[in-house]
């Protein structure tokens, strides 16, 4: 794909060359999807009780995280391993703001997302100059970095006691039961996620895809690679900054500990990993991932203690493979799936079921193993 | 004074010799294959486990040793066989995922081998001893840990710049299609490349072993989590110094960033804080002069990513 063809052509939208009467109606068809879809995906944490529902919450902050994993990595290429660090500024600035100073939650949530500001900047200084691998080892080295420095002092972090972060209360709206604020993290999430797909349809969007296929194509078009970098990762960013406020809100107290490493980097590779599985250049593939990831914890949630083990390695296979066959993740391989089964119905659908099938036989059997 | 300048240079040869062997070991898949190697870690550890489980079942510890090794040759062989060898090396994210989900898959491997047992007590296999010398103490770890390693190292160098198979590898490392052309398997050369690196990994942590013996928490805790930031990313380090191309260089870097961690304890106070950052200083200083340039061609680089 050459980078031309990235800024010429608007991304491909599902039925874009039918005459527009029907694309109309596939649009209200897919919105009913949409709808249903979300509707049955905030309902998945009812049969684990109230526990689910603060998994689910968190799996939707990993969501708005994952988002900017999607935004930095997946549009625009480059290899940021330090998501988490700037959800934790994020949280940190919340507590400070929150719990130091008496500030509501909502004015909170944008200072955070401020606050990612000038270390995305300069983790931009610095990808100006380096490429791919570099720029991985650069993220990962500044996330050991700052959890050893900032998110040991005392000033930022509330010393051991941390900073506590009411969840917020909207006249007769009370957020502070796990149900509730897990539909407000829900909530949250789909509008970032709409936000992120139309970045992803927008000049912008386009320059971001140019750049990461080819740099100096990109360039000669007119395109600023320096300045596009830069945006992606501030956008990107300051999603996860909003993450860490929801995450501060969500745990309620919060400390530097889980942001200081090795805990961090490997809460970082996690999410990355979880957004790979999904589909690392769509929105949709955060969303995905962080589902997954709410599957597994709720899995493991009350299982044997070597149930984690075993869905270590099953994930990690299944990570392998996906990225192998079908380097689009999950959200991918289902569009792959559906046009197969529109050429070849009972083939197609024949594969889709044996997959599910296989899938949930070998998800059964580890927990019985586990047992 | 001095006597603590000598006693901590030995601590610092130490950890370089350790974080040396790390780097080796990345560069030399990196340079050889193009990935960037995140499940080294992951899989000398399974040298450890095997090695726990041997001197559990009583066998003598210098033997054990011996025979764990080849478990993480295996092991990082056996991961470019049936996992890196079709990637593509354009797509160095994908790799650096891949990488994550090997490391996913061995640790997780690790852990659960370990699972049935609680290893909270860890054999050393090196004798732990305090000689007195001079009024310096120098711990008989430190001592065999910095010069094994040193010694090892050496031997590689030698191996890689002398032997047939060492010279393939760095002619497939150089021109992989001129490589090809002059009657040099490919896959065989990558698949050694994982091999020996996972080794030298392997030992490395086999080497830090004798040093965390009694660690509370047992082997996981000393093993799993708590080395990331102590050891590998000091090892990634060590390795750009040679531009993550250059071998000798590496092992250099292994010394400079073991030395100047434990030589900064007897710095006066505003600069011995930066002790636990000063790695990421090292690395983004390291990153900003571009040392890969110093060692390699642009020609070079552009294969290692194409």
Known sequence: ?371 | VTAAIVEVTFFGLAAGAVIGLLALGLVLIYRTTGVLNLAHWAIGLLSVVAYVFLTAGGVPAPLAVIVALPVSVIAGAAAYRWVFRKMSRSKQILAILVAVGVAQVYSSLAALTLRFEQFTRLEPWLPVRDWRLLGVTVRSTDLVTALTGIAVAAGFLVWFRRARAGRALRAVAQNREAAVLAGIDEDRASMLAWGIGSGLSALALLLVLPHVAGTQGGLLTAFDVSPLGTLLIPAFGAALVGGLVNLPMALAGGFVFGLSRELLILAPKPWSDLRPSIAAILIVILLLLRTERLFASEQELEALES
Request: charged share 10%.
């Open chain 1, 1 to 371: 794909v050459s980078a031309q063809a990235a800024v010429e052509t608007a991304p491909r939208r599902e039925g874009s060359r039918q005459p527009p009467a029907s694309r109309a109606r596939r649009l209200t068809s897919k919105h009913l999807a949409v709808v249903v879809g979300l509707a049955l995906v905030s309902l998945l944490p009812v049969p684990f009780g109230d526990y689910g529902f603060f998994l689910g919450a968190y799996a939707a902050i990993y969501g708005m995280i994952g988002l900017s994993v999607v935004v930095v990595t997946g549009y625009s290429g480059l290899i940021s391993l330090m998501p988490y660090t700037f959800a934790g500024i994020g949280a940190m600035t919340a507590g400070l703001a929150v719990g130091s100073w008496g500030w509501p939650f909502w004015l909170a949530i944008p200072l955070a997302a401020a606050a990612t500001v000038p270390f995305a900047l300069l983790v931009g200084m610095a990808s100006v100059r380096l490429r791919g691998l570099y720029l991985a080892l650069a993220t990962l080295t500044l996330s050991n970095a700052l959890g050893e420095t900032l998110f040991r002092s005392e000033a930022v972090t509330g010393g051991g006691a941390g900073w506590n972060i009411p969840r917020p209360v909207v006249g007769p709206i009370d957020f502070s039961s796990d149900v509730s604020f897990y539909f407000l993290c829900l909530a949250t999430l789909v509008v970032l996620l709409w936000m992120a797909e139309g970045l992803r349809s927008s000049r912008l969007g386009r320059a971001m895809s140019a750049v990461r296929t080819n740099e100096v194509e990109a360039q000669a078009l007119g395109v600023n690679p320096y300045k596009t970098k830069l945006v992606a990762l501030l956008i990107g960013s300051m999603m996860a900054g909003v993450g860490g406020a929801f995450l501060g809100a969500l745990l309620v107290n919060v400390t530097g500990t889980p942001f200081r490493s090795p805990v961090v980097e490997i809460t970082s590779l996690l999410l990355v990993t979880a957004v790979a599985i999904g589909g690392i250049d769509r929105p949709l593939g955060a969303f995905v991932g962080a589902l997954t990831l709410f599957v597994v914890q709720a899995q493991v949630f009350g299982g044997a203690a070597s149930l984690q083990a075993y869905l270590g390695i099953y994930t990690g296979v299944i990570l392998i493979l996906l990225l192998h066959l079908n380097p689009d993740g999950l959200v991918g391989l289902a569009r792959r799936l559906r046009a197969l089964i529109r050429a070849r119905p009972a083939f197609g659908s024949g594969v889709t079921t044996a997959l599910i099938v296989g899938n949930v036989g070998i998800c059964w059997l580890i927990v019985a193993v586990a047992e």
